[in-house]
């Protein structure tokens, strides 16, 4: 891997027996790394946002494995621990693929230690290394992704961005922020927007606080000017992460990436999506299978403490919307930019893995 003046905020980091874990819902206002020493701990951490982002969320559940089964005495009833704290770790948050596959990968790890000549404590010490190596390999597979995206832009160009998709969701760099990162190395100047993403402000409080310590040039916007810079010209490119591809390209992301790339077509502006081959499911067929998770009413009616909605007002909160793959422009992966027909190139991607 090339080296890299990147000095972004790590959000999961093994501390010899713990996970130090980056609360996100604390920032940009509090810099707080709380210590995580159980697969329930991590489970809570999932579910309540602490760590969010496709990749960050199999990191952290990667280590929840670990961390729910280094107690066990015996190797038959460390497998079993394993596959318990996988089950659970499974129910914490239902979109992001990248966690089913970071809990798959441990289990088979767990699996084959399990049948081998080792050690119940070595094999212990190699799960722990199957979490390190899914983090380490997300580091650089994100920066892949950076400099195919980065194919993608011209010096000057606007780029819009919704969500956050940076260094703080993955291991390193990010998938959509990714480009900047690498642009900013490189001296090549981009101009982003950063939605702000309602309801709990993703855009506002974490991409646009990574992309400011970087020192990028970036502009936060609300969610609803998008279609208003749109029509100034001020918008060349689209570019967001993912939760979970669908077999036929659909892309399931924060919600409001749907308006976004209605918006982009409408504008005759491309839209891209950035995510890891981890993210890519090809066992769902398209996005009306994705599951789509619905949040707590508060988010809304009382985000960050302060009441804005009537009393006993219904609500309705889906985290994610799916957005059909007629608005992909390409898919950008650590492998390349993959173009439409999304069903038959992502196909043949992974055949000729
Ligand atoms: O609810 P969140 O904050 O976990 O949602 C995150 C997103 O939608 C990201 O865009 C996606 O996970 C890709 S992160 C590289």
Redesign the pocket.
């Known amino acids: 891997m090339e080296t890299s003046n990147y000095k972004g905020l790590q959000s999961v980091i093994w501390a010899g027996e713990h996970l130090d874990l980056l609360d996100q819902r604390l920032l940009p206002g509090e810099v707080i790394h709380l210590p995580l020493t159980t697969a329930q701990d991590v489970w809570e951490a999932i579910r309540h946002?602490k760590v969010?982002?496709?990749?960050a969320?199999g990191i952290a559940a990667a280590y929840g494995v670990y961390l729910g089964s280094r107690l066990e005495q015996s190797k038959e009833h460390w497998l079993h621990a394993v596959n318990q704290a996988s089950a659970h770790l499974a129910t914490s948050r239902p979109t992001?693929v990248n966690l089913f596959w970071a809990l798959d990968r441990m289990r088979a790890r767990a699996k084959e230690l399990e049948n081998s000549e080792l050690d119940l404590e070595a094999c212990k010490d190699a799960l722990l290394g199957e979490a390190k190596a899914i983090q380490s390999e997300d580091e650089e597979t994100c920066r892949l992704i950076g400099e195919h995206a980065l194919g993608l832009f011209e010096d000057g160009m606007g780029v819009l961005t919704h969500?956050?998709?940076g260094g703080l969701?993955?291991a390193k760099y990010?998938?959509?922020l990714a480009p900047f990162y690498l642009a900013q190395e490189q001296g090549m100047k981009l101009r982003v927007f950063a939605d702000e993403t309602r309801p709990?402000l993703?855009g506002a409080r974490l991409t646009a606080f990574e992309l400011q310590q970087a020192g990028v040039d970036v502009t936060l916007i609300c969610d609803n000017m998008a279609g208003m810079i749109m029509s100034k010209g001020w918008v060349n490119a689209v570019i967001?992460?993912?939760?979970r591809v669908a077999a036929n390209g659909d892309v399931a992301?924060?919600i409001g990436t749907y308006s976004v790339a209605v918006l982009a077509k409408a504008h005759n502006i491309p839209f891209y999506v950035a995510?890891p081959l981890s993210t890519i499911d090809l066992n769902t067929a398209s996005g009306e299978l994705i599951p789509i998770e619905e949040r707590d009413a508060e988010e809304i009616t009382e985000g960050f403490g302060k009441r804005t909605a009537p009393e006993g007002i219904k609500v309705f909160n889906p985290?994610?919307d799916v957005t059909p793959s007629e608005y992909v422009t390409a898919i950008i992966t650590e492998k390349g930019v993959i173009r439409p027909p999304f069903d038959v190139n992502l196909k043949k991607l992974f055949e000729t893995l």
């Not at 969010?52 to 990749?55: E, T």
């Open positions: 946002l969010r982002g496709a990749p969320i992001a969500c956050n998709a969701a993955t990010g998938t959509a709990v993703q967001v992460g993912t939760d992301n924060k995510c985290a994610f």
